[in-house]
């Protein structure tokens, strides 16, 4: 809700240019902060899971003084870097602007947008500490929390007719004064993980970059499995195609998204069962989050699958409408998803991150080369046909293949009762 009301009044006080010029940030932004090397997201949360289910606190802190301090590490050097090539980079090139948008303006906006970057590093494992505890309502909540702040900031600075680089104190400056002071509460919650850097353990780190640059692999291919198709669509049919795909990617695929939400808390439910041996809890939870999964989110596909056509004429116009050949194949790849997530999350959870490394990046490649080869015959269906294909040829082997062996491994008279997924 808050996304979409930033939206008009963004737009509305700064042109379509100046616009056009904080999208851009905001997406080279989602890309740089993949140079934490998946240090804050699900390698601390497998860590800490474990350190939880053992009872062990001295361990947990090591982990979380690891964490930081790399984090910590990779911002500085991030942040000189930066420093160092700051003027030489050609700022009105990078982002194609007019004599409208002073190169002042521009430099300023980006230096802020760099400097915040830097700032939340060693802030961005908050998130992955709440959900490993399973207290992910905490960061919930702070996320809540900063986006309103920051959106009431946005209404100031609009009425005052602020420049990007108050745009970006808005909204990225107040995040983080949001994210500092929930690295007290967090702190002060769990005392035990402060992050004293006489803590820190090498092994520990080692171990978290074993595991974040798994997660790295996973995150980039996940990137062209989810955000290749505009870029073919555009290349090869026509940028006007790229609109009547992703609105009706965002309507069939909803599902998969409440799947995800739905699931996620078990990352780190799984992480602490396992540290306890607890196997006979982990196959019952796998069953009954995947049952309703399927129960859920599949009436929920065939409904928006039905209604696809009316929503998207009123949601985006005629100009998104989709053929059904396009719904269809959409709903397939949906339905794939759903049956598949809780897989997903088991083998995050149980740090089995090799096969589904493997598995993403086989599924990435093959959706970005089928998408090529399809499109000029069989345009937008024949590219969410390959996308389901292709997710039963690399997903479904792979996975369910994990699947059997980590419950055969370690639960050897169990793994009959394992349920596969059917979509």
């Known amino acids: 809700l808050i996304s979409f009301l930033s939206v008009p009044l963004t737009v509305h006080y700064l042109g379509a240019e100046r616009y056009g010029v904080w999208l851009t940030i905001s997406s080279l932004l989602t890309w740089m902060s993949m140079t934490d090397f998946g240090l804050a997201g699900n390698a601390l949360i497998n860590v800490l899971a474990e350190a939880s289910g053992k009872d062990d606190r001295k361990g947990a802190q090591h982990y979380s003084a690891s964490a930081f301090w790399a984090l910590t590490g990779v911002g500085v050097v991030t942040g000189l870097a930066a420093l160092v090539s700051f003027r030489y980079i050609p700022w009105r090139s990078v982002f194609q602007v007019s004599a409208a948008t002073s190169t002042q303006e521009l430099q300023l906006a980006c230096a802020l947008t760099l400097g915040f970057l830097v700032l939340n590093f060693p802030l961005s494992m908050l998130q992955s500490i709440y959900s490993a505890y399973q207290d992910g309502y905490f960061a919930n909540m702070w996320g809540i929390a900063g986006n309103s702040l920051a959106l009431l900031a946005l209404v100031v600075v609009s009425r005052f007719h602020g420049g990007l680089p108050q745009l970006v104190l808005a909204l990225s400056g107040t995040r983080a004064a949001v994210n500092v002071a929930n690295s007290f509460f967090l702190f002060r919650r769990y005392y035990w993980l402060k992050p004293s850097p006489f803590a820190v353990r090498w092994a520990c780190v080692k171990r978290l970059f074993s595991l974040g640059s798994k997660y790295l692999v ?206």
């Open 218 to 423: 996973t995150q980039l291919a996940s990137l062209g499995i989810y955000q290749s198709q505009p870029i073919i669509i555009t290349q090869m049919m026509g940028p006007k195609y790229v609109v009547i795909f992703v609105v009706a990617y965002k309507i069939i695929a909803l599902p998969i998204d409440l799947a995800y939400m739905g699931t996620a808390p078990f990352v780190s439910a799984f992480g602490e069962a396992k540290a306890r041996m607890d196997w006979s809890w982990i196959m019952d939870a796998y069953k009954k989050a995947n049952k309703v999964s399927m129960m859920v989110g599949l009436p929920m596909l065939v409904f928006l699958a039905i209604f696809a056509k009316p929503i998207i004429r009123v949601w985006a116009g005629a100009a998104a409408m989709p053929n059904t050949s396009l719904i269809v194949g959409l709903t397939l790849y949906t339905a794939l998803g759903i049956a598949l997530m809780t897989v997903g999350q088991l083998l995050v959870g149980l740090e089995r991150v090799n096969a589904l490394a493997v598995s993403l990046v086989l599924c990435s490649l093959g959706i970005i080369g089928a998408s090529i080869l399809v499109a000029p015959k069989w345009g937008l269906a024949g590219i969410a046909f390959s996308m389901a294909a292709v997710k039963v040829v690399t997903y479904w082997p792979i996975q369910l293949r994990e699947l059997r062996r980590i419950f055969r491994e370690t639960h050897p008279h169990s793994h009959q009762a394992v349920t596969e997924p059917v979509a």
